[in-house]
């Protein structure tokens, strides 16, 4: 016969420890959970840390928004200091990111892949708008496409991997140049030119420049059948940690569909995707700093 369990007791060995309600933080255990609990404090002084101001963050600011001891959190803070993930300023009594914290966060800069980041959002681009999407580079006065989704409609864009397209009248190339500068702008065209498509492609720098200036007010680029006749392509730029515009995603289709009315509903979904890769890439994804 089946022993009845005694209160507090479990069937198996040990005692019953009581269970946190919902939404509530679990209480520290001894050992493992001490240092489980210290890591997310840790982790979470250095997130507010990155967040602060270019001086640092004091002590007591820290420790009133994360809702932690001071001497706790000065406990932390000097082992963050002791690996140099965060660096103290007697003078202004602030602390700032380290060394190591600027060592660590490269690393992802070198392991990352801005075609399989990219590519859950391209995919996702294509099924809600139900057109060619691509993404496409700078590179050597052009854009280089490097990966493409194609739609299910028997009319579509094609632009294979590795082709590439002048940026002066490629949707993807002046959603690239829209984050430069007019000092280097004009750099890329007295170099390369604005050699004529079509009949619609822009061809002096004045009208290049008031297209650049609207898609940089609007977060997107319009190509108007200007790289190829019976095209109409949209982009926006994706930023990386630093703010510069590292590529462009597109989606793009015969005029015949994309007509006027669909314009803005195309362009609201190719810059959430260019947010959301920016946000993949480290950068904020809703704009970036003129170079």
Request: with cysteine; glycine share 10%.
């Amino acid at each position: 016969m089946a022993r009845p369990i005694k209160p507090g007791k479990t069937a198996g060995r040990g005692t019953a420890r009581p269970q946190p309600a919902r939404g509530q933080a679990p209480r520290a255990g001894r050992g493992g959970g001490d240092q489980v609990q210290s890591l997310v404090r840790a982790l979470s002084l250095l997130n507010r840390i990155a967040e602060a101001a270019d001086g640092g963050a004091s002590l007591t600011d820290l420790s009133q928004q994360l809702g932690l001891p001071p001497s706790t959190a000065h406990r932390l803070l000097t082992t963050l200091e002791q690996e140099r993930y965060v660096r103290f300023d007697p003078d202004g009594r602030l602390w700032s990111m380290g060394v190591q914290a600027f060592v660590t966060g490269s690393a992802f800069t070198r392991t990352r892949s801005l075609v399989a980041l990219a590519r859950p959002h391209l995919r996702r681009l294509m099924e809600e708008s139900g057109e060619t999407v691509n993404l496409a580079v700078e590179d050597e006065g052009q854009a280089v496409y490097l990966a493409q989704v194609e739609c299910r409609q028997m009319m579509r864009a094609f632009a294979r991997p590795g082709s590439r397209v002048p940026l002066h009248c490629s949707a993807v190339g002046k959603a690239i140049l829209s984050a430069v500068s007019d000092k280097a702008l004009g750099q890329i065209l007295q170099r390369h030119g604005m050699p004529r498509l079509t009949l619609r492609t822009l061809v002096t720098p004045a009208a290049l420049r008031e297209d650049l200036a609207r898609a940089r007010a609007a977060g997107f680029a319009i190509d108007e059948e200007e790289h190829a006749i019976g095209l109409r392509c949209i982009a926006a730029p994706v930023f990386d940690e630093t703010g510069e515009a590292i590529a462009a995603v597109s989606a793009s289709g015969p005029m015949a569909r994309i007509l006027d009315d669909r314009v803005a509903g195309l362009a609201a979904l190719v810059r959430e995707t260019a947010r959301a890769i920016s946000a993949e890439m480290g950068g904020q994804g809703s704009g970036g700093r003129v170079r």
